[in-house]
């Protein structure tokens, strides 16, 4: 395949609830919808940076520049015959890793279409449904634990809660006791060090399923001397970029679990070598979130249907977010807490570009 054009679109979608962690706090989710069309058919990408470096480095800025400057114009030169090639093109450019998967997505998309396939096949996905979680921002307590209630009434198969210090052992605590032994797990953001030792041993007694990302967001060796004294599993999420990196954070013992966000890792090739690697070494995985449009869930979606994701992820459904969604039909979820994984070409769900205008802030457009 040669991709004649590629469009480019800054978004904004404004978030029904603000959504607080130890390091952001948004009100509405800022996104790069990537746009590539080959011989008249379209495919889907979503860069999922944020406006602000306060997740990863990456940013919309830092996304439009090295997909404008050097992986559109590196495309242009490049023809494929399966999207499995691309990550070996993105290779020579170091890390920009959101920047790479929204451009990869839009090819999965794209060849999938073309060739009639839905992108959970294409992948290798194997479930028809996947289980779904729901991440919940810091709020007072009453307040979190109100969301809570609503959450497991609708469903959902997982409760994380965001956390940071002084809002950690009380929350955890009041949780367990209003709703005893329900699915749960926490999530820190790089919030602590390994000063605060005794206080993260103290959630060991609450018998999370996980905590996820307590040290910083490029450690691995501090992590993996917290595991040794946790009996609670470490997951890492902005630590591990790629394969290599889940590799050596195994070997080390830097964690148990690992969150996949495809744009974190590069791309849904990278999200699938990660799988594997962690499959053969008998390590669960799930799919995080970043707030993603329709566009990014669907991704989402597809990748979740491979068989090691075995732990219920952050992929809700669309009006856990959205009061409008950009695609059609909105993702939604079962009564039982899952998603069923569509069976259409492609990411199984149609953008919907008459909506797009509204929510835009930037367009620009190449051409091979
Ligand atoms: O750490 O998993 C995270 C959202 C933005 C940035 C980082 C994270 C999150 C979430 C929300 O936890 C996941 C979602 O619902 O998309
Ligand atoms: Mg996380």
């Known amino acids: 395949m040669k991709v004649d054009r590629v469009t480019l679109r800054h978004m904004a979608l404004p978030l029904k609830h603000a959504f607080e962690t130890s390091a952001s706090r948004d009100t ?38 090295v997909l404008a400057e050097f992986l559109i114009p590196q495309l242009f030169e490049k023809e494929f015959s ?3 090639e691309v990550t070996g093109w993105h290779k020579p450019i170091r890390r920009n890793k959101m920047a790479k998967s929204g451009l990869e997505g839009a090819l999965w998309d794209l060849w999938c279409k073309a060739n009639g396939q839905p992108l959970a096949r294409a992948l290798g996905g194997t479930k028809e449904r996947i289980e779904v979680g729901v991440s919940v921002g810091i709020d007072d307590i009453p307040t979190t634990l109100h969301n809570i209630e609503d959450f497991l009434a609708e469903g959902y198969r997982r409760i ?17 006791e ?10 820190a953001n790089s919030a602590y060090t390994l000063a605060d030792l005794a206080l993260l041993k103290q959630l060991d007694e609450f018998k999370l399923l996980m905590v996820e990302q307590p040290l910083a ?8 001397k917290l595991q040794r004294e946790l009996q609670t599993p470490i997951c890492l999420d902005e630590s591990i970029h790629s394969p290599e990196d889940a590799r050596k954070a195994l070997e080390l013992g830097s964690c148990r679990i690992i969150n996949i966000k495809v744009g974190r890792v590069g791309g849904l090739q990278e999200a699938k070598e990660l799988h594997d690697l962690c499959q053969a070494h008998g390590v669960p995985v ?22 090691n994701f075995l732990i219920p992820g952050d992929t809700s459904p669309s009006e856990r977010y959205w009061v409008e969604d950009i695609i059609e039909p909105a993702v939604t979820m079962s009564p039982d807490g899952t998603i069923r994984v569509p069976d259409g070409p492609g990411i199984g769900y149609e953008p919907v570009l008459d909506r797009f205008p509204k929510y835009t802030l930037r367009t620009e457009t190449f051409r091979r």
């Open 217 to 224: 967001h490029d450690d691995i060796i501090d992590h993996a």
């Open 178 to 187: 209003r709703f005893g032994d329900i699915p749960l797990m926490a999530d």
């Open 82 to 84: 399966h999207p499995s």
């Open 160 to 176: 994380k809660v965001k956390i940071k210090p002084g809002h950690d052992v009380r929350l955890i605590s009041a949780i367990r």
């Open 286 to 307: 799930w799919c995080g979130g970043m707030l993603e449009s329709g566009i990014g869930r669907a991704h989402n979606i597809a990748i979740t249907s491979l068989p």
């Open 28 to 65: 509405e989710n800022h996104f790069i919808i990537v746009e590539a069309e080959a011989g008249g058919v379209v495919g889907y990408g979503e860069a999922v940076a944020d406006f602000a470096p306060l997740y990863s480095e990456e940013t919309i800025g830092t996304c439009w520049h």
